[in-house]
């Protein structure tokens, strides 16, 4: 696949990153990438991809060596996230185990919860999930009716939630619930359930436009007991939890879309480097060159914005605006590019046997989750 910016480094790099980006690199794309198609065929992956990516080092790369992970920060968490997407191999649901679940426990949980939960995840023998969204309310968690009722020295969850990302092969599952109702966002706290509690049932595995080897699921609470000392934090801030870490989930798709677009432009540079029409090849023609000079400045743009935003980040200077502005952008331009891309390829660009036509499919969704591109440009105008 064509270099695309062979003479741009991220200012983040060093030599230690470069080591681990060739060593994700072979790992993701011999031992992952080969299972992708059959994995998108049965709509979820292999419990055995999990335990294999731990046992390699690639999950939980920011968390202490104390807790089980790799003792590395978020630019390691980078790097990985990079190199398995490079490699076609979307389907394992690490980005949001890794670096979404796992800085809640690292952040919020107590050094007993860390013990418990934190090596079982890095080891892949424990898969962890999130769960915000609910059947009638999306972008807008103060409205969510999932309630955490304390009883004694248990809570009882009734609700339920959607859309949650690696729901089917979860063991662990934050949930976001009312644990005082009349307080609404004041009255928000994040609980963890672990899979086999009474009460706690995993729905259907959704069919899905896209992103078909990532499974997604409805999960269902009806009188579910759970320790009171699997709270999460403190009772009634996990509103405040939430918004803390949205920057670094907005950043980090984000950086999913820089790669996507990336590597959508480098797979078609090699395709109408190939492909002949009316006696030349596809790239000699006026209308791709352009298309494409456009679509690799575009996506440089990109890339050096979401590098400085990490170099934000890494200093603790990230700020929700300039995240969202990074997942919305980058997100809108990471759909615009693929387009373009897929025309380029010509019929073949239709076919699901291309790697660009699955990404058309799978790119839709980013402008959708980690809050609406609608709900970004909401929070950025905020500051106007």
């Known amino acids: 696949m064509t270099d695309l910016f062979e003479n741009y480094t991220s200012p983040w790099m060093n030599d230690e990153l470069s080591m681990l980006r060739d060593a994700a690199r072979k790992f993701f794309t011999t031992e992952l990438a080969p299972h992708q198609e059959s994995w998108e065929a049965n709509g979820i992956v292999d419990r055995e991809a999990w335990s294999k990516t731990g046992a390699a080092g690639f999950l939980l790369a920011e968390i202490p060596t104390q807790y089980g992970g790799s003792g590395g920060d978020y630019r390691h968490e980078t790097v990985i996230l990079e190199e398995q997407l490079r490699a076609g191999a979307s389907g394992l649901g690490s980005q949001v185990h890794s670096q979404i679940v796992a800085p809640y426990f690292l952040h919020y949980g ?28 999306g972008s807008d968690l103060q409205s969510i009716r999932t309630t955490a009722i304390r009883d004694g020295d248990e809570f009882v969850i009734n609700g339920s939630k959607t859309y949650i990302s690696n729901g089917q092969h979860c ?3 934050i949930v976001v619930a009312k644990t005082d109702p009349s307080q609404g966002a004041k009255g928000i706290s994040l609980i963890v359930v672990e899979a086999g509690t009474e009460g706690f049932t995993k ?20 009188d579910c007991r759970v320790p009171a000392e699997n709270l999460l934090g403190e009772e009634g801030k996990g509103f405040v939890q939430l918004m803390q870490q949205l920057p670094q989930e907005r950043l980090n798709i984000a950086q999913a879309a820089v790669v996507e677009m990336e590597r959508a ?12 029409a009316f006696g030349q090849r596809v790239l000699d023609f006026q209308n791709t060159k352009f298309k494409l000079a456009e ?23 990230l700020d929700a605006s300039t995240a969202s502005m990074a997942k919305y952008w980058t997100t809108d ?30 790119a839709r969704v980013q402008t959708i989750y980690g809050g609406t591109n609608e709900i970004m440009k909401e929070l950025i105008s905020r500051t106007l």
Not at 296 to 314: G, S
Not at 349 to 357: A, F, K, L
Request: charged share 25%.
């Open 110 to 137: 107590n050094d007993e919860q860390k013990q418990r939960w934190l090596p079982g995840m890095a080891a892949g023998t424990h898969v962890g999930a999130i769960a915000m969204t609910e059947p009638n309310t």
């Open 171 to 173: 063991d662990l599952v």
């Open 203 to 222: 729905g259907r595995n959704l069919k899905k436009l896209g992103q078909a080897a990532a499974d997604t699921s409805e999960l269902f609470f009806e």
């Open 265 to 276: 432009i480098s797979l078609t540079i090699d395709f109408v480097k190939e492909r002949r």
């Open 295 to 317: 679509c690799k400045t575009e996506a440089l743009i990109a890339r050096t914005f979401v590098d400085q935003c990490l170099v934000k980040h890494m200093a603790g200077e």
């Open 333 to 362: 331009k990471q759909n615009q590019i693929i387009e373009i891309c897929l025309q380029l390829h010509g019929g073949a660009g239709y076919m699901d046997e291309y790697p660009i036509s699955r990404m058309y499919r799978d």
